[in-house]
């Protein structure tokens, strides 16, 4: 026997264990309160199990290895988790979407008119995805070292450092110096050709013996250098086979294994079609070597740089002549960037103005969006304590988390923000807000590469102007959320009925016994024990009900003198106990107390004021929030879930205002007939278990309309 899980998080893998494993798993389906399996092996549940898990209210074993597990109100998220399980990609279920495929779907539904530049995009965006690991790793290494300078405790600019700081810096400049050869692999793996390849190019101009001729200028012959007045710098120039070889140092450079990947795909595949097959392993890569390696020294790299240096210049100039604009585009344009992955170039473009300008000047506004992202996170978890969502809490945790101490804005983004379009609008006011200050205070520079967390702020200066905006950032957008709230005003009602459902059913799963199942004295759920049986006329699981205990008697009388919440039939029929429904689950109260209606016809309608929180696909079942907190699940039929709608003409939809008496739904009870299924229509109070007393008024024959259950409070 398998173990249940006490989390709620670890529910979804204890019933597909409870069910056999995927393996075992046919198919899956759900209807408005529970799953619906169907299995290769019936003999393999362990009906056991799933009863005792916690959020489980029952199990249904059916023909046909056929199975069915009672969750309620929150049956399609645990649908969703189960379908999302690393487990279940090999079974019936759906495979879970990484963020790559998220992002993949995002990109394809933008593309515009011209393939070849999304393709260029989508090159740029994964020859850096992969690398974010080892960067958010060496910026958390800068981070610290930043704080110890700003408290005194090391100079990290001094001339005489210790073998310690040396050591220190080696640990994060190794991902910031050897990204060439990170991004040239990624690249190629990119384009289809062999990554270790593209890397042997790129780390043939950064080897030691290359690296002489940069630093060792003119002490090697037929190397000449000169001094560039404007920027003071010193570029030099070696004779290679006679000809002029511009030198650079190309470590941190990522233009130039980006341009030398695409050229080198190109010869790579050309060389391909010429070689047979059971030579290509050696004279491919052989060609590829001592054709692309003097293109990219002689040709490639130089023009890699300048290209480099010309953009960082340009946004330089923008940024030093018109900050505010600048400091504004930038936060305002990172949001719609970062979910199509298009932000690397912005990203490749930080790492050229540190390796040519000493500085970055783009990091300071984009800390801004960041913030404001944060933010927004911030606010949605504040929502969710006010409105009790546990999912949503724990998402928003660990995307703030993750934001605010890692730099990563991908848990905020795709765990809540394109969720919830409400979300966008109020963090672009924060991110606004957060570039108007940095433009306005002439700016903010970044001493090094680093993600934007509270741990990196010692990096950029001046820290006050910074500090300052992206505060400003976070708290605008958080409070943009917190007080409009991330979901519409119908999305709060039904995400709030859900809540008080799944509520109600935990209530109810661990009370005591004798509080959640109707003993054979008559006992209604929630404590109306005497009065139920009473209403009943004492004919409780088909037997004569007992006289109640004398503590009893006094709660039945005060319950029985307790105005009541009358719930009327919503169909014309006999009124039947539950226990006679002919369905385990509902006549074991798991979904609350209630009444089975043999229908007189198929004409459905509400039965009481109030909104839908439910209206199944397939019309056989609604829930319904009503006067006093009621909590109304109706269900047409036994299994009629099966029958995808057909014979079910349904008049409403979800979140509509209704009457007491308005149609909800005509209904074939011979086409249910037809397709072997009991037409017995339930009517259940789903959360009993917050009243004094439910009491069923069965045994008699209703108009749709005329009283079935009356609730007190």
């Keep these: 026997m398998s173990t249940p899980s006490s989390g709620n998080d670890q529910i979804a893998e204890d019933i597909v264990r409870g069910v056999g494993g995927p393996e075992n798993i046919e198919s899956l389906t759900h209807c408005a ?9 019936g003999d393999q549940v362990d009906r056991a199990s799933l009863d005792a898990l916690p959020g489980v209210m029952g199990t249904v074993p059916q023909s046909g290895d056929r ?39 995002i990109r394809s539904k933008s593309r515009g008119k011209f393939a070849w530049l999304d393709s260029f995009f989508e090159y740029l965006s994964d020859s850096f995805r992969p690398l974010l690991g080892v960067l958010l790793g ?37 991902v910031l110096y050897f990204l060439p050869l990170m ?39 037929g190397v000449t250098c000169t001094t560039n007045d404007t920027l003071g710098t010193e570029q030099c120039v070696a004779q290679v086979f006679g000809l002029p070889m511009q030198l650079a140092d190309y470590g941190g450079q990522v233009f130039v294994p980006l341009v030398m990947v695409a050229l080198l795909a190109l010869v790579y595949k050309g060389l391909q079609k010429i070689f047979p097959e059971n030579v290509q392993l050696v004279f491919v890569p052989f060609f590829s070597m001592i054709i692309m390696i003097p293109i990219t020294a002689f040709l490639i790299g130089p023009i890699g740089i300048w290209a480099g240096n010309g953009l960082g210049a340009g946004l330089a100039w923008l940024n030093g002549n018109a900050p505010i604009v600048f400091a504004i585009i930038i936060p305002l344009v990172y949001p719609f960037l970062v979910p199509l992955g298009l932000h690397w170039p912005l990203n490749a473009l930080m790492l050229q103005n540190i390796n040519s300008l000493g500085y970055d000047f783009i990091q300071g506004p984009m800390g801004a969006w960041n913030f404001a992202a944060f933010g927004a996170t911030a606010g949605v978890l504040l929502l969710t304590f006010r409105h009790r969502e546990k999912v949503m809490r724990q998402t928003a945790t660990g995307a ?46 970044a001493s090094t590469f680093a993600f934007t967390s509270l741990l990196t702020i010692p990096i950029f200066d001046p820290i006050p102007t910074y500090v300052i905006a992206i505060t400003a950032a976070f708290f605008v957008s958080m409070a943009a959320v917190y007080f409009s709230d991330y979901m519409t005003p119908e999305q709060r009602a039904e995400a709030n009925a859900q809540r008080d459902a799944e509520e109600a059913a935990e209530a109810a799963a661990t009370a005591p016994a004798e509080v959640r199942e109707p003993a054979m004295s008559g006992a209604a759920v929630g404590g109306g024990a005497a009065a139920a049986g009473a209403a009943s006329g004492g004919a409780a699981s088909g037997g004569a009900a007992e006289p109640a205990p004398a503590g009893g008697e006094a709660a039945a009388a005060a319950a029985a003198d307790t105005p009541g919440i009358e719930i009327s039939a919503p169909v014309a029929g006999t009124v039947l106990d539950l226990s006679d429904c002919g369905d385990p689950a509902f006549a074991a109260r798991a979904l609350g107390e209630g009444v089975a209606i043999e229908p007189a016809d198929g004409r459905i309608v509400a039965p009481v004021d109030g909104t839908l929180v439910t209206v199944t696909d397939t019309g056989h079942a609604f829930g319904i929030a009503g006067p006093g907190g009621v909590e109304l699940l109706i269900h047409v039929g036994i299994d009629t879930v099966q029958m995808q709608g057909e014979g079910f003409d349904v008049q409403v939809a979800a979140n509509q205002q209704v009457t007491k008496g308005d149609l909800l739904a005509n209904v074939d009870l011979d086409a249910i007939r037809a397709a072997g299924h009991p037409t017995v229509t339930l009517l259940t109070v789903i959360n009993t278990a917050n009243f004094s007393a439910v009491e069923p008024q069965t045994g008699k024959d209703v108009a749709a309309g005329e009283t079935a259950v009356i609730v007190r409070p």
């Design 183 to 221: 991004v040239a692999y990624n690249a190629a793996k990119k384009l289809q050709i062999d990554p270790w390849l593209g890397t042997t190019v790129m780390a043939a101009i950064m080897t030691p013996n290359f690296l002489s001729l940069v630093n060792d200028g003119e002490a090697i012959p």
């Design 138 to 174: 060496a910026s958390l290494i800068v981070a610290i070292v930043s704080m110890l300078e700003a408290f005194g405790y090391v100079d990290t600019r001094a001339a005489d450092k210790s073998a310690t700081w040396v050591f220190v810096d080696a640990m994060y400049r190794s």
């Design 67 to 105: 199975f069915q597990v009672v969750i309620g109100g929150a049956v399609a998220g645990v649908y969703s988790q189960i379908t999302n399980l690393p487990s279940m990609s090999g079974a019936a279920a759906p495979k879970a979407k990484s963020d790559a495929d998220v992002k993949a779907e």
């Design 400 to 445: 703030l988390a993750a934001g605010l101490f890692g730099g990563i804005s991908e848990p905020s983004l795709y765990g809540i923000h394109l969720r919830f379009k409400r979300i966008y609008p109020r963090m672009l006011v924060g991110c606004l807000v957060g570039g108007v200050i940095i433009g306005v205070l002439g700016g903010v520079d």
């Design 33 to 41: 309160t529970r799953l619906r399996f169907q299995l290769h092996d």
